[in-house]
């Protein structure tokens, strides 16, 4: 049986639009294969049944490879927050919690998001290995999510992304 752990990445950020707008762009298929880990000129799939017990489902083409992330809604309360549970099948059967809490603010809204983390610990790890994995996997984690909601925050405020040419 494979050991784990659990470690928590916070991340705020702020929006110029109302929060239903940015709420829709986290269960409006339309919106999220346009800015969630995936592009939408690289999108294979795009599913999401907002309602808790429904899926999301999104499949991502590159390098020749496709890239999985599917979901299940645990809480829908439009336009204030969102529970799913995030997993890559074809990296691990963890899964991760993620929560999205969006109030609004005198002008635009803030997007409060909440992933707890699932890490591997490798065998024979003492307690320093593990603290040192968690800050590993929230760093990386956090850099995902700070690119993807920089999409994010340009497409609800413009209805567009700009994707940078690598």
């Known amino acids: 049986m494979t050991k784990t752990s659990i470690t928590t990445l916070n991340m705020k950020r702020e929006f110029d639009v109302p929060a239903e707008k940015v709420f829709d762009a986290w269960t409006n298929v339309e919106m999220i294969k346009k800015w969630m880990f995936t592009m939408e000129h690289t999108n294979k799939v795009a599913k999401s049944e907002p309602r808790v017990g429904g899926t999301w489902e999104i499949v991502d083409h590159r ?3 496709d890239y999985r992330a599917i979901g299940e809604y645990k809480v829908v309360e439009p336009p204030t927050k969102l529970v799913f549970t995030f997993q890559m099948p074809q990296f691990s059967d963890l899964e991760d919690d993620i929560t999205v809490e969006i109030q609004p603010l005198e002008s635009g809204c803030e997007m409060s998001f909440t992933q707890e983390i699932t890490v591997i610990h490798e065998e024979g790890w003492a307690e320093e290995d593990i ?4 800050e590993e996997w929230k760093k990386e984690t956090e850099q995902g999510w700070h690119y993807m909601f920089l ?3 340009q497409l609800v405020e413009t209805g567009k992304i700009i994707y940078p040419s690598f």
């Open 131 to 134: 603290e040192k994995a968690h």
């Open 63 to 65: 390098d020749g490879k």
């Open 151 to 153: 999409g994010l925050k």
